[in-house]
């Protein structure tokens, strides 16, 4: 019969290759909804993923935990923030290699509590006590060694004491180890300002130099078993080591092109004023960073740590900001930093504001004495300041689940 037009409005078929009829398409060219063409797998749509949370919101809200931690040397509050930030890292801590690093800044954590106590039982305090828990045999030192001690009494005043102040720095550690966890270092790095690209490019090269050494060792070893070949003892290392040597040399010719090629190095025209400007700003904000830092890590420069500080971060912004003229560079998809991000910041500047405010309110209740000895007490409102820190593991995006294989179905 002969081939009949179809009607108007129909969906025509294109004949396809070996006298077979391809699947209707519509007059756009693409295939009609409501179903797939007979004997083809359907193809499902892809999942809308969140962006995930920009890596400098995660940093901020990490150092803010860390500088609350500092205020105090209550343990009860001290085990607070650390429990805060553990259950965060546990809830949105993604899939990766580079976040296992959380549980490395535990154990130097523990291990600071350890090495301080050790010190303090070995070498003495010189917190007063009258408490002995046990005696050590002491050594007499020589008479230009006064003031300091090994063995002799050992007080429960003087291992609170040095617990206590432990605990801190122990809390400021693994809020570090929350940031590393959480934050992803290379988009941390692309995030950094124009003024810190060559440095960010550096660390880059860095972090990637150990990783890719360790997987050619692993591949020629492998190799050399697979040939029968020794490949451990002195021999099978010298072997080894001049094609590791090879192939790292080849990368960094490879990566020194590939450099090139992109325009690293290059800068635009920026007068001599604009230069010295930015080189003046970025020096007195990092020296002013520094001390307020001080400051709001000593009880006597309290005073002026927060503004030197605050002008110390003005500073150095505003010379980045200059030096990142002299860039002439673009940003591909560059993280947004949205509302999500500035809540995360927000709740943990949040929790080092309220700890500052209690410590200036209720400095006996954050810092507990040790002589006489008490327990320490648990204040409620500190306490609930910190539990703000917690807003993160309900805004900020849950991490991809785990693909799990699944196993290929057996042809019959």
């Not at 050790?118 to 010189?126: A, E, K, Q």
């Not at 063995?151 to 550690?173: N, S, W």
């Not at 070893?221 to 003892?233: E, F, H, V």
């Amino acid at each position: 019969m002969p081939p009949t037009d179809p009607a108007p409005g129909t969906p025509a078929r294109v004949p396809a290759a070996g006298g077979r009829t391809a699947a209707p398409r519509t007059a756009a060219g693409y295939a009609p909804a409501g179903g797939t063409p007979a004997g083809r797998a359907s193809v499902p749509a892809p999942r809308h993923r969140p962006e995930s949370l920009h890596p400098g919101a995660w940093w901020l809200w990490a150092l803010a935990l860390g500088t609350a931690a500092t205020r105090t040397t209550n343990p009860l509050l001290l085990a607070l923030l650390v429990t805060v930030s553990a259950y965060v890292v546990i809830t949105r801590r993604p899939h990766a290699p580079w976040s296992r690093s959380y549980g490395a800044f535990v154990k130097l954590a523990l291990a600071v509590l350890v090495i301080r106590l050790l010190f303090t039982t070995v070498l003495g305090s010189p917190i007063p006590g009258t408490h002995t828990l046990f005696t050590l045999p002491e050594i007499p030192l020589p008479d230009w060694a006064q003031g300091i001690r090994l063995g002799g009494r050992v007080t429960a005043e003087g291992l609170a004491f040095a617990l206590y102040d432990a605990m801190k720095l122990a809390a400021l550690l693994v809020c570090v180890g929350a940031a590393n966890a959480l934050a992803n270092p290379s988009r941390l790095l692309k995030s950094l300002p124009g003024a810190l690209y060559e440095m960010g490019v550096a660390v880059v090269v860095a972090l990637t130099f150990a990783p890719n050494l360790i997987a050619d060792v692993q591949r020629l070893r492998a190799a050399r078993r697979l040939r029968g070949r020794p490949d451990k003892g002195v021999r099978g290392l010298l072997q080894v080591g001049l094609p590791v040597l090879e192939g790292a040399l080849e990368r960094s010719v490879a990566l020194a092109a590939a450099m090139d090629a992109r325009g690293y190095g290059r800068t635009a025209q920026v007068p001599a004023p604009v230069r010295r400007t930015t080189a003046a700003l970025t020096l007195g904000g990092l020296l002013g960073v520094c001390a307020g830092t001080y400051g709001l890590l000593t009880a006597a420069g309290g005073t002026y740590g927060v503004p030197v500080l605050v002008l110390g971060v003005a500073a150095a912004l505003a010379g980045l900001w200059l030096g990142g003229r002299r860039t002439v560079r673009t940003r591909y998809r560059p993280d947004r930093w949205d509302a999500r991000a500035w809540l995360v910041t927000a709740s943990g500047v949040a929790v080092a504001a309220l700890m500052f405010l209690a410590a200036a309110r209720e400095p006996a209740a954050l810092h507990p004495g040790v002589v006489p000895l008490v327990a320490p007490a648990l204040p409620l409102w500190p306490a609930a300041a910190v539990l703000l820190g917690l807003l993160p593991a309900l805004v900020a995006p849950a991490p991809d689940p785990v693909p799990v294989p699944v196993p290929a179905k057996e042809s019959s």
